[in-house]
């Protein structure tokens, strides 16, 4: 415990030293994970809901630590993100997926998350061509998605990687649209060409009103500004036909399928290959 002021002591000190040491042994395994090859890559299908059919995948980053076991993305990423360390994880997570997307069916895309450190690095254009020049992989089947907070970064240069990005072929969609700074003047300037409706929306919008509203907004207002819209973390029928219903392009969770490792990548193509 350390005195604080006016003799005021503070006993919770060594707590926050323990989770300090966790985090400290857990930045250090994560530098360390790269070079023990601990990453690889799982994939989620996307689903076409007017084809009615499976149209690509999203590489979701799994980090098998040996004595931790599974470390979710959620709680390392913030942290590589944090330490610099995204930048160069970024880049081995494109050059894998691409280089493992170009064996997929050619109608199949592949979605790629892309942070937002990633996306103030200077580098990250050449990055992303020299992963489609090394894989052979058709642009125009590279889907980036990012998420709001690459707002918070000036607007000007934002909006110019954008374009440069999209100058490449790729597209870009807006990842858990909904749940950020959103605001309507950024669709207007920020030329994506896909809405991901987050799925605490996609939840809600088959049990409350307002979820509801906003989902049917959100699809209608991306027709119009010429962008198409899919539905995360789908898990029911009842949902699913929601969604269907409102017109909604493209559908991906639970319902069709978890992310899989790549081993199942060609089972699930044909599993989803019709209806
Ligand atoms: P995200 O990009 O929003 O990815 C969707 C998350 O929802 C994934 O979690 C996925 O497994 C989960 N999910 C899919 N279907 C369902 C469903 O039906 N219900 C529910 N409740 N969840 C579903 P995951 O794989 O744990 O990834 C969490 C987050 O970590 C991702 O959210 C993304 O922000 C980040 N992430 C994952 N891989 C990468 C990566 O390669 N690079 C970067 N920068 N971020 C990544
Ligand atoms: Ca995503
Ligand atoms: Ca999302
Ligand atoms: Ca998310």
């Not at 450190?117 to 894989?135: C, H, K, N, V, Y």
């Not at 991901?196 to 929306?201: A, L, T």
Request: charge should be negative; charged fraction near 25%; proline fraction near 5%.
């Amino acid at each position: 415990a350390k005195m604080e002021g006016r003799g005021t002591w503070r006993f919770f000190e060594p707590a926050m030293d323990a989770s300090l040491q966790r985090r400290r042994a857990l930045e250090l395994d994560l530098r360390e994970a790269m070079v023990k090859d601990e990453f690889s890559l799982f994939y989620q299908p996307l689903y076409d809901l007017n084809l009615d059919r499976i149209c690509g995948f999203e590489a979701l980053l799994r980090w098998q630590h040996p004595k931790r076991g599974f470390v979710p993305p959620d709680q390392f990423i913030p942290i590589a993100e944090e330490i610099g360390l995204i930048v160069q994880l970024g880049e081995w997570v494109l050059n894998r997926a691409c280089e493992q997307a170009v064996t997929w069916p050619s109608e199949m895309k592949l979605a790629v998350n892309v942070s937002a450190a990633q996306f103030r690095d200077p580098g990250l254009i050449d990055i992303i061509s020299s992963a489609l020049t090394a894989s052979r992989l058709s642009p125009r089947r590279l889907e980036l998605e990012i998420t709001e907070s690459v707002f918070l970064a000036n607007s000007t240069e934002t909006i110019a990687t954008l374009h440069r990005l999209k100058a490449q072929g790729l597209r870009i969609a807006l990842d858990d649209f909904g749940t950020g700074y959103s605001s309507l003047s950024y669709l207007r300037s920020f030329p994506f060409d896909k809405l991901k409706i987050d799925k605490s929306f996609v939840r809600d919008a088959t049990a409350t009103h307002g979820a509801k509203s906003i989902v049917k907004a959100v699809i209608s207002l991306g027709r119009s500004l010429g962008m198409t819209t899919i539905a995360e973390g789908v898990e029911t029928v009842e949902q699913l036909d929601h969604m269907r219903a409102e017109g909604c392009n493209e559908a991906q969770g639970f319902l069709f399928s978890p992310p899989v490792p790549v081993t199942e990548i060609a089972a699930k193509i044909l599993e989803l290959r019709n209806g």
